[in-house]
């Protein structure tokens, strides 16, 4: 059974950091690229980062570039993202997700399967 589950989530201050992990089952991750989306209440889910299961490169929504890292880690089958320097507005319910091809444009529809979320609060 396909399967990606997110985990990591919490409340943190601003300024901190949390580190969100989408682990896959039944199948191989490392096979497909990988996007991180996140939604606000009342908001679009928007695209946040996505890696390529080509040569590995990265890509960045412009509000996150330079605070947010996302990695594989393929002998856990899972990716991650890093989140530093939190702000109020990374408050959101963040989602990976796997397709076929590079996801450059952060389109919802390119996702094939989707994981559950998990809340990001980032509040003092």
């Known amino acids: 059974q396909v399967q990606l589950v997110e985990s990591g989530g919490g409340l943190v201050q601003p300024g901190g950091s949390l580190r969100l992990s989408c682990a896959a089952s039944?199948?191989?991750?490392?096979?497909?690229?990988v996007c991180w989306f996140r939604q606000a209440p009342g908001k679009e889910r928007e695209g946040v980062s996505c890696?390529?299961?080509?040569?590995?490169?990265?890509y960045y929504a412009d509000s996150v570039k330079g605070r947010f890292t996302i990695s594989r880690d393929n002998a856990k089958n899972t990716v991650s993202l890093l989140l530093n320097s939190l702000k109020p507005e990374d408050t959101a319910v963040y989602y990976c997700?796997?397709?076929?091809?590079?996801?450059?444009?952060?389109?919802?529809?390119?996702?094939?399967?989707w994981g559950q979320g998990t809340q990001v609060t980032v509040s003092s």
């Open positions: 997700a796997t397709g076929q091809g590079v996801n450059t444009h952060f389109v919802p529809q390119w996702a094939d399967y």
């Open positions: 039944g199948f191989t991750l490392d096979y497909y690229a």
């Open positions: 890696v390529s299961n080509f040569d590995g490169s990265t």
